[in-house]
């Protein structure tokens, strides 16, 4: 035999090692075998002559890496028993508590942290008030066109009224801005200087108001074009701009999020009511008042008003409450739609009839309930938190891509949810509120009709068994629990049974 | 005290004659598996799972040596063993039971004397 064959025991020996790094665990194979190949190199050069292949050498060398099987196989049975002892805590009812406490405490500390969740958040908080409503042309479609003149704003705003009892008015222009950083193209909206006040909108960075000699206007910025073009700079407040032809000075940053009033603007120049261009169209924004409110039986509704000479003119008036849905609104909806779907997915029933006549004290089916509250309670706010994390995170103006992302995402993780909720709930024991163990397969599924077949699961506690039936017939169509009594405790030597009644 | 000496008996009972030889071994200086095999004269299949569990146990602890070590003798990087503190207690509680266990594998002190 000449040296030259060693190669061949060589990679036999590694080959054997391989083969047994298979047995071992895979979060703990590749360190696993790292130790056994350098283990093997030393061996091979203890035991084997550099320049002849010894059988002795290369029998000891193979004996060593037979070792490796067993090594791997112990290492297999320890990492199975950590494993049962992790899902045994992971069973216990404090541990799910803190697990979903744990995720809910993550998601709301996100949504502090994000800024886009922080504006969908404020914009949540400024709600519109449902006394307000857009006046329009009836002809001005879905798309919510200028259609109301300057004059007609001046007329309803001079005559007392009866529903009524306050106007803004804005019209949209294309305009050149000029700021410190450069001259750019805007959509700048000519509004009245009580249309924030009567939107009841908070401004973000607001300086304070503009010298009374009427040399600058009061600008409001938009959310997008103060991220966009001032880099979110909030020292931004108080300096000037040029608007056309005219001197002003931002006033302060809308807030982000959905804006409830329709044309896309970068900046809101406030003027003076009287000082609104004859023979401007725009919109027209109304606060109605009791009586207002008491005749507005829907979104829309439709206003007649008197023009020159009392001629009858028809508008509509849609509640700006209609337009703008915040993340609660979707949250709702997404939560009213996965309650109707869910027996869909699970059975909503705890199927919990016992074969026996006894039954838990009250006290520990009051704990039972309660912990299944406290799921509900806890899954509730994980519900709106994640999805909103999960839809704003990167967006700090309204999106209709992020409304739906959190619709979907909501309704989604209500749904499967619950469904969890539920099937956790049926798979604990109702005495001491662990998970049943230990799935046992009874019967035949072939002889259904003759015998009972179904699974078994047992309360580690000693206190209950859980018979789940494989197929759901009219003499056993829920699961059920059997109450173990004393005659069990044999089986339970070690475990602690205090919480038995 | 009780406490500790109810620690220590458990420690003791669950030792068997070879992890408390293993132990022995290492503590007495052969902190590679190969070194613990010679040393002992068990096979691989007994050495290897009983470190695992003197590891699980805390009773010894393992780490690779450095890599720049290895490359200067131009060999692989071995992972090697340490006893700790719970084990050398174990360990001398053991040598109440197996009397004969510093004979077999003479510690480092026991040589020097």
Redesign the interface.
Same mark, same amino acid.
Not at chain 2, 43 to 49: A, C, D, L
Not at chain 2, 75 to 79: D, T
């Given at each position: 035999m000449t040296p030259r064959f060693g190669w061949i025991f060589n990679a036999s020996h590694l080959g054997l090692l391989r083969a047994a790094s298979w047995l071992a665990p895979a979060s703990e194979r590749a360190e696993w075998l790292r130790e056994w190949r350098s283990e093997l190199w030393h061996v091979r050069r203890e035991r084997t002559a550099q320049r002849a292949v010894s059988w002795q050498g290369e029998r000891e060398v193979t004996l060593f890496c037979l070792g490796a099987f067993r090594d791997a196989l112990c290492l297999r049975r320890h990492a199975a028993i950590h494993e049962r002892r992790t899902e045994a805590a992971s069973a216990s009812p404090v541990q799910c508590i803190l697990c979903m406490a744990l995720v809910l405490i993550a998601s709301f500390t996100l949504s502090l942290l994000l800024p886009g969740v922080r504006d969908a958040n404020e914009a949540s908080r400024g709600r519109i008030d449902p006394g307000l409503i857009l006046i329009e042309h009836p002809d001005s479609g879905t798309n919510s066109k200028a259609t109301v003149s300057a004059a007609e704003f001046d007329g309803w705003r001079a005559r007392r009224q009866r529903y009524f009892d306050r106007f803004a008015f804005y019209s949209i222009a294309r305009e050149s801005v000029t700021t410190a950083e450069g001259n750019a193209l805007w959509t700048v909206a000519h509004a009245t200087a009580n249309l924030f006040p009567l939107l009841g909108v908070p401004l973000r960075f607001s300086a304070s108001p503009a010298g009374a000699d009427g040399s600058a206007a009061d600008a409001i910025l938009s959310c997008e074009a103060f991220e966009r073009d001032f880099e979110a700079n909030p020292r931004v407040a108080g300096s000037m701009m040029r608007v056309g032809r005219r001197l002003a000075r931002i006033a302060g940053v809308a807030p982000c999020g959905a804006w409830p009033l329709p044309g896309k603007v970068d900046l809101w120049l406030l003027q003076p009511e009287s000082a609104v261009a004859p023979g401007t169209v725009g919109y027209v924004v109304a606060h109605l008042t009791a009586a207002g409110r008491a005749e507005m039986f829907e979104p829309n509704t439709s206003i007649t008003a008197y023009g020159a000479g009392d001629s009858e003119i028809d508008f509509v008036g849609v509640a700006l409450q209609a337009h703008t849905r915040v993340p609660f609104d979707f949250y709702r909806f997404a939560l009213l739609l996965a309650f109707l779907c869910l027996p869909a997915v699970t059975s909503v029933s705890m199927g919990e009839y016992s074969f026996n006549s006894h039954k838990p004290s009250w006290p520990r089916r009051l704990c039972r309930w309660s912990f299944l509250c406290a799921k509900i309670g806890l899954l509730l706010p994980i519900v709106y938190y994640v999805p909103l994390d999960l839809a704003w995170w990167h967006i700090s103006t309204s999106s209709f891509a992020s409304e739906y992302a959190q619709l979907i995402a909501s309704f989604l993780l209500c749904l499967f949810g619950m469904r969890w909720v539920l099937l956790d709930q049926r798979q604990r024991c109702p005495v001491c509120l662990r998970c049943v163990t230990h799935p046992a397969q009874v019967g035949h599924a072939s002889r259904t009709f003759l015998s009972w077949n179904g699974t078994e699961l047992i309360c580690m506690g000693g206190h209950t068994l859980l018979h789940v039936p494989g197929l759901p017939t009219s003499w056993f169509g829920a699961q059920r629990w059997l109450y173990l009594d004393a005659s069990w405790d044999f089986l339970f030597a070690g475990s602690s049974r205090a919480g038995r009644t | 005290m009780a406490r500790d000496a109810a620690a220590e008996t458990k420690s003791e009972a669950r030792l068997s004659h070879t992890a408390a030889m293993i132990l022995q071994a290492i503590h007495a200086g052969y902190v =590679? /598996?190969?070194g613990i095999?010679e040393m002992t004269g068990l096979?691989? /299949?007994?050495? =290897?799972?009983a470190m +695992? &569990?003197l590891e &699980?146990d805390a009773l010894i602890r393992s780490q690779w040596e450095r890599q720049s070590i290895a490359d200067a003798e131009q +060999? %692989? %990087? &071995?992972?090697y063993y340490r006893i700790t503190a719970a084990g050398r207690a174990t360990l001398e509680a053991s040598r109440k039971r197996y009397p004969l266990l510093e004979r077999l594998i003479p510690s480092e002190e026991a040589k020097s004397v």
């Open positions: - | =590679y /598996g190969f095999m096979p691989s /299949g007994t050495v =290897y799972p +695992r &569990r &699980r +060999r %692989p %990087p &071995r992972k």
